[in-house]
């Protein structure tokens, strides 16, 4: 039987620049389900930053409920939220956020380097998450010798590197060409078909929605719709995705 992993009450969230009040987030609830694959989608300004920032522990909300794994965090301290940060979630940004003249096995090792883990332990960890993402054989080159989909596969890696609960993923191809996007995408849904992993994404791209199991669309800082997507499992069909 599933059991929740994320689920928000009633999130709001508002910011102030200057004498303007900015309300990112209107009153947010939802929830999903440890396994899920999930597409955040709506146009800039809606408040898709603001969520992902929240579920990822980078932010707190000024009011509302915030529950992970069965734990109401949203009123964590800094360090509570960095703990469940670096155990429990893995991050693929849009920009990749690798380390210049470093290989990808070193990039990789970055989340062990501050953890108990011995050296030829956070090695074997880190050979094994490239092994995922199918970038073992090129563990040892540097940064500048990889291509941006072998980038972004070496940033998939790091985020799998502590078998975390959930994977945030902002933007994951924005930027790359549409055949290397498809590649990194049939990397998360593998990780989400085989190993169960919970994922949620964040997509401007309807294609890209396409490959998860369901979309929710906000607009003004509220959800304000959610669809299922009738063909998930199957192989994503460039311009097929849901509407925006």
């Known amino acids: 039987m599933s059991r929740k992993i994320i689920e928000l009450n009633n999130l709001v969230k508002t910011y102030h620049v200057g004498d303007t009040e900015v309300r990112a987030l209107r009153g947010v609830s939802y929830a999903v389900e440890e396994g899920e694959f999930l597409a955040v989608m709506g146009p800039s300004g809606s408040g898709k930053s603001t969520l992902m920032n929240i579920l990822g522990c980078l932010d707190k909300p000024n009011s509302g409920e915030y529950f992970f794994g069965g734990q109401e965090i949203s009123k964590f301290s800094k360090n509570e939220l960095a703990r469940i940060r670096n155990e429990k979630i893995g991050f693929v940004f849009q920009t990749f956020n690798l380390l210049a003249r470093t290989t990808a096995l070193e990039n990789v ?29 090129r563990a040892y080159h540097k940064t500048n010798q990889l291509s941006g989909g072998e980038q972004q596969r070496v940033a998939i890696a790091r985020a799998l590197l502590n078998n975390p609960s959930l994977i945030l993923a902002d933007e994951p191809t924005g930027n790359l060409d549409s055949k290397t996007g498809e590649e990194v995408m049939d990397i998360f849904s593998r990780l989400n078909r085989d190993q169960g992993m919970t994922m949620v994404l964040v997509t401007h791209e309807a294609d890209i929605a396409n490959y998860a199991r369901k979309s929710i669309f906000l607009k003004d800082g509220l959800i304000i719709r959610e669809e299922t997507n009738p063909r998930f499992g199957q192989k994503a069909i460039r311009g097929q995705g849901v509407k925006p």
């Open 109 to 137: 090792e970055l989340p062990l380097l501050y953890s108990h883990a011995n050296g030829r332990n956070r090695t074997e960890k880190a050979l094994a998450a490239l092994e995922a993402v199918g970038l073992k054989e």
